[in-house]
């Protein structure tokens, strides 16, 4: 598309989008009173206006049944992680029988490594890249030093070549062939949370089983955000949280995919509980564990349900929409905002976008590198009520949500941006 730099051609492009009113099933936030125009979607989804009915017929059926609400209210408890099953195998590119909402993400990272990495004396490194979010730092950290592995020689973290940001997929592809023989696991975010780079899953996971390497994505910044084919792609497992994109609240459920390669495997290692063990034998309360088939034998503990009422809300949504049209808008909303920022005069004086141009190997986020007075710029958006979202050293990242930003937000946001800049020079 050919953009234009007017309010004009941004209200032209709300006027015909054909998901406009899915902003309407949002609350939208303030700050001092004023309307916010709103850009972290990537950290905190915002809350759809069905999720407190939701909630209310989950008290509610507490309320009035008691334990018997796990049998008999609207949506029985004792069932309720497979009631956003058919949303999250559409949101990933799955089957049903390959995903499960269950407990946080790095509970359900440690869970699906403890089964996927089993390192040898030979083959026990894991490969990931650099940067990657501080969590599954620590994640891979203790894992390798679980199996008495210094982190040091079993952790392979891979840098963007010299004066670059992004990390080459063949890069990638050379390092996982050049250390083939001492690999165990491949485990890279798909849509790195600092870059915004999505990666290409499908090379990856390829390159990682010629190698003889299990493989698996952190989803956090991808699921709900860009469309995604796990099973088609033979990926081993995935994990993610919900509160970012999927708009479930703070610290919602999150979940877990597993391929159905590996459904039927009952002596495949893993950490077990209560919910994952055969549900037609679950209350016998008998010793010996058998698995549920799929990603549901790897729940520990009974479902969250009013965790995951709020998340039904917002999958609801989901499937309503319709992945591949959400993506369609996003391409368009995060395209329109780097055509303005490029369109800044001197805009190479005061900061850089580092997420890649190219629409395939990115999601919704921009991440602008500011080259001078980042934080000054950032706190003076803030005081302008633009919700943007600021890391360490010198970014500050930019996500325009398909749900419920409009590109008109899209262009007040670098109007205010732009004289932002100016002042602060």
């Known amino acids: 598309m050919n953009f234009e730099n007017s309010i004009s051609f941004a209200k032209r492009l709300d006027?015909?989008?054909?998901?406009?009113?899915?902003?309407?099933?949002?609350?939208?936030?303030?700050?001092?009173?004023?309307?916010?125009?709103?850009f972290t979607g990537n950290s905190l989804g915002l809350q759809p206006k069905a999720t407190k009915s939701y909630l209310n017929q989950e008290l509610s059926d507490w309320a009035n049944l008691g334990v018997e609400?796990?049998?008999?209210?609207?949506?029985?408890?004792?069932?309720?992680?497979?009631?956003?099953?058919?949303?999250?195998?559409?949101?990933?590119?799955?089957?049903?029988?390959?995903?499960?909402?269950?407990?946080?993400?790095?509970?359900?990272?440690?869970?699906?490594?403890?089964?996927?990495y089993q390192p040898t004396q030979s083959r026990y490194k894991i490969l990931t890249e650099a940067g990657a979010f501080p969590s599954d730092q620590y994640a891979f950290e203790s894992q390798l030093k679980l199996h008495d592995i210094h982190p040091e020689d079993g952790l392979l973290e891979l840098k963007p070549r010299k004066g670059e940001v992004i990390l080459r997929t063949e890069d990638i592809i050379k390092a996982i062939e050049a250390n083939r023989d001492q690999l165990a696991l491949v485990i890279i975010g798909a849509v790195q949370y600092y870059s915004g780079q999505f990666f290409d899953i499908k090379s990856i996971t390829e390159a990682s089983h010629r190698a003889g390497a299990h493989?698996?994505?952190?989803?956090?910044?991808?699921?709900?955000?860009?469309?995604?084919s796990l099973h088609k792609h033979e990926v081993d497992f995935a994990v993610w949280c919900s509160y970012k994109y999927l708009n479930s609240g703070p610290g919602g459920v999150a979940g877990a995919f597993v391929h159905e390669k590996h459904a039927n495997?009952?002596?495949?290692?893993?950490?077990?509980?209560?919910?994952?063990?055969?549900?037609?034998?679950?209350?016998?309360?008998?010793?010996?564990?058998?698995?549920?088939?799929?990603?549901?034998?790897?729940?520990?503990?009974?479902?969250?349900?009013?965790?995951?009422?709020a998340h039904l809300a917002s999958l609801q949504l989901f499937q309503e929409a319709g992945i591949k049209n959400l993506r369609k808008k996003s391409v368009l909303l995060?395209?329109?905002?780097?055509?303005?920022?490029?369109?800044?005069?001197?805009y190479n004086d005061y900061f850089a976008i580092i997420t890649n141009s190219n629409a395939d190997e990115r999601g919704c986020q921009l991440s602008i590198l500011m080259k001078k007075n980042g934080k000054k710029v950032f706190m003076s958006l803030t005081r302008a009520a633009v919700i943007a979202d600021w890391r360490e050293p010198d970014v500050i990242r930019i996500a325009p949500v398909p749900l419920y930003n409009t590109f008109e937000d899209v262009f007040r946001f670098v109007e205010i941006f732009?004289?932002?800049l100016i002042r602060t020079q």
Not at 19 to 38: D, T
Not at 215 to 228: C, M
């Open 15 to 38: 006027r015909t989008d054909p998901l406009k009113s899915f902003r309407q099933k949002f609350h939208l936030p303030k700050l001092k009173g004023k309307p916010a125009l709103y």
């Open 69 to 116: 609400g796990h049998f008999h209210a609207k949506r029985p408890w004792l069932y309720y992680h497979k009631f956003s099953k058919k949303a999250l195998a559409d949101l990933v590119g799955a089957k049903p029988i390959e995903v499960v909402a269950m407990n946080q993400l790095t509970v359900n990272l440690h869970l699906l490594m403890m089964s996927f």
């Open 215 to 228: 493989v698996g994505f952190d989803l956090a910044h991808a699921i709900g955000n860009v469309p995604l």
């Open 265 to 309: 495997k009952p002596d495949l290692k893993r950490l077990t509980g209560w919910w994952g063990h055969n549900e037609k034998e679950r209350f016998k309360m008998k010793k010996g564990f058998i698995p549920m088939p799929g990603v549901d034998g790897w729940q520990l503990s009974n479902f969250p349900v009013l965790s995951g009422a």
């Open 334 to 346: 995060t395209g329109f905002l780097e055509y303005l920022l490029t369109s800044i005069e001197k």
């Open 418 to 420: 732009r004289d932002t």
